[in-house]
């Protein structure tokens, strides 16, 4: 019985391990925005965008126009922020 087992469990993660992962997504910043923050300093200013991605609502800092610099989740009342992008 439990070489039955192992057995179906062995081709069950080989199966699983020789998937491909998905497809990359496109998704178009001005399609997922929720909003823009221009943080600026003495020398420099800094892009802050709320985004939607997933119903998750996550804050993109980005250096000028094209160059993102991080990305985290973003949160409200201490629970992670949801959202919802108008189709």
């Keep these: 019985m ?3 087992v192992f057995s179906t469990l062995l ?4 199966q699983f391990s020789h998937a491909k992962p998905p497809e990359a997504r496109s998704l ?11 943080l600026q300093g003495q020398i420099r200013t ?3 965008n709320k985004v939607c991605i ?3 609502a996550y804050l993109l800092l980005m ?3 094209t160059e993102p610099i991080s990305i985290s989740p973003s949160f409200k009342d201490g629970k992670p ?3 919802r992008v108008a189709d």
């Design 81 to 83: 922020e949801q959202c």
């Design 2 to 4: 439990r070489k039955l």
């Design 28 to 38: 178009p910043l001005e399609q997922i925005s929720i909003e823009h923050i221009d």
């Design 63 to 65: 250096k000028g126009l």
């Design 46 to 48: 800094w892009k802050l």
């Design 54 to 56: 997933d119903q998750q």
């Design 11 to 14: 081709v069950a993660i080989t």
